[in-house]
């Protein structure tokens, strides 16, 4: 059989099933709305070139719950805080687990890891391993000096910069990768930490960023079976060899562990303890082969370090435009701590502008503009529509965080309007609040947001107490490019190219 015979096949085979669904869905319960979905492909063009925009703009016409048909599987997009807890706190346990991707398939280790396991022990077992040896109060004050540490050789890299102009992302990434490695493998993965022309912290970088990026497109073939195996837009073919690169760099993390040439001896991280529960499992899932814990270690360093250097770029490129704010946080960073030490994780809680800074920040740029999606495991009814068991569900966390129902101005930067008189003094980001989630909600909730919230709080006070800034190449703050990068994350569309300016005495940099 020819291969043009093949491609007439699959496309009549895709009318027919098309005709059939729409016969039955014509007679259904009541869906959501939504824009009428194209013969095959059903409503994958109104997607656009960056969905979590396009989308946000469609829920302005057929409102906060949509209903979309991509391909041949249902979706419903949530556009509103309070259509979000419906799903995410009151029918939370029947969208517990995630639809069957391409991304998971070959990426993650065929749903091996935390982040796309289906909802049972397994996942359970995993997410206890992390919450009790990685994310934990008392995990995250025992290394408490590593996170400083790495924030403090950060600092001085970037005076040592002098007058050259610095990227600033790339050493953000270089920094909380190496505080996480730390606490996972007992040792930097990128040379002295500083990140400065190291070919290996930007190919890890490229390499996290392609991965979000991939994991963030609308394949074809995740919507339209019969065409899966054409890979139209070359997305799988991609998928495996990244996976082939990211498989390749912890292979030899896991095997420099296990025959003790990673971690300083005696030293027990992460992977020490994920290796030993190999033969002594931890809870109810069974024991931990060598592919489950490389499976964590890709989520960890991919969840766990972009997220946060993105959002502290994103904070930094807004106080640079709007340098009111950065000299009201420097005078709170002046009072509270003062101008002879750098600030610590211990002084966080007592720097409220700061606090506000951080949330106005998740607010306007969430690091997952769209959540990853979940699945309905059987049919329910939310605001009088039926929801289709099997039917796929999109949060638009960026469109409910600028929704201006909810929000006075939702596309200025105000960090006011979290401080005592603003109109969400009380607001917080750890999915009780559903006008900002940036860490999702529900049982599916962000299992690092502790973590998260800790490192993106520390790095911002640094820069804002260390540094005053200025663009390269004499840039004006006004005309600096804010727009944005889709992925599963929110990049920049164009990197922050800045100049750090030491503004406290050089020895402070060296105290710590």
């Known amino acids: 059989m020819s291969l043009l015979t093949l491609i007439v096949y699959a496309c009549i085979t895709g009318v027919a099933a098309y005709v059939l669904l729409n016969l039955r869905t014509r007679h259904a319960k009541r869906l959501p709305p939504g824009p009428t979905p194209w013969p095959i492909v059903g409503n994958l063009p109104h997607l656009g070139t960056i969905p979590h925009h396009s989308l946000a703009a469609l829920a302005t016409r057929y409102g906060p719950l949509m209903h979309l048909r991509l391909g041949f599987v249902d979706v419903v997009v949530v556009a509103s805080a309070s259509v979000a807890a419906q799903f995410l706190k009151a029918h939370d346990a029947n969208f517990a687990s995630r639809p069957p991707n391409s991304g998971a398939k070959h990426m993650a280790y065929n749903y091996q890891d935390l982040v796309f396991a289906p909802y049972g022990p397994r996942w359970r077992m995993l997410r206890k391993i992390c919450s009790v040896h990685l ?15 790495e924030v403090a050789i950060l600092t001085r890299a970037l005076v040592g910069a002098g007058k050259s102009t610095v990227k600033l992302g790339q050493l953000l990434n270089v920094c909380t990768t190496n505080a996480l490695a730390r606490v996972m ?5 990128f040379g002295d930490g500083s990140g400065g022309g190291d070919p290996k912290a930007d190919e890890f970088k490229d390499m ?10 609308f394949n074809i073939g995740d919507f339209i079976p019969a065409l899966d195996w054409l890979d139209l837009q070359g997305i799988t073919k991609k998928m495996k060899k990244l996976h082939v690169r990211f498989d390749s760099f912890l292979n ?4 420099e562990h296990k025959t003790g040439s990673g971690a300083p001896s005696g030293h ?12 002594d499992a931890d809870g109810e899932g069974g024991k931990l082969s060598d592919i489950e814990i490389k499976a964590l270690l890709l989520n960890l360093f991919a969840a766990g370090t972009d997220t946060s250097s993105s959002t502290v770029e994103w904070a930094i490129a807004e106080l640079i435009r709007y340098p009111e704010l950065m000299k009201q ?6 009072i509270v701590v003062g101008k002879d030490r750098l600030v610590t994780e211990l002084d966080l809680s007592q720097l409220t502008f700061l606090q506000a800074i951080v949330k106005e920040t998740f607010r306007l740029h969430p690091s997952t503009p769209l959540s990853l999606p979940r699945i309905a495991s059987e ?24 929704d201006p129902k909810m929000w006075t101005d939702p596309l200025e930067f105000q960090p006011a309007r979290f401080l005592p008189g603003g109109e969400k003094p009380n607001a917080d980001v750890k999915g009780n609040d559903f006008e900002v989630i940036p860490f999702g909600a529900g049982r599916r909730i962000c299992a690092g947001m502790s ?28 005309d600096l490019n804010m727009e944005e990068a889709y992925g599963l994350t929110l990049q920049r569309a164009a990197p922050l190219m800045v100049h750090p300016r030491p503004r406290l005495a050089l020895d402070v940099y060296r105290t710590r």
């Open 329 to 334: 946080a420097q005078q709170e960073m002046d």
């Open 268 to 279: 027990v991280d992460l992977l020490s303890t994920l290796i030993s529960l190999k033969d």
């Open 379 to 402: 049919s329910c009814e939310i605001n009088g529509y039926n929801i289709p068991k099997g039917s796929t569900l999109l949060v638009n966390v960026w469109a409910i965080a600028r």
């Open 451 to 478: 973590l998260g919230l800790r490192m993106v709080q520390l790095l911002t006070a640094n820069l804002v107490q260390a540094f005053d800034w200025e663009l390269a190449n004499g840039l004006d703050p006004r």
């Open 252 to 255: 030899t993390i896991l095997e």
């Open 135 to 149: 994310f934990s109060a008392k995990s995250l004050d025992d290394f408490r000096h590593v996170r400083q540490e």
């Open 185 to 189: 493998l007992g040792r930097r993965v």
């Open 208 to 217: 996290v960023v392609e991965l979000m990026v991939l994991a963030g497109e």
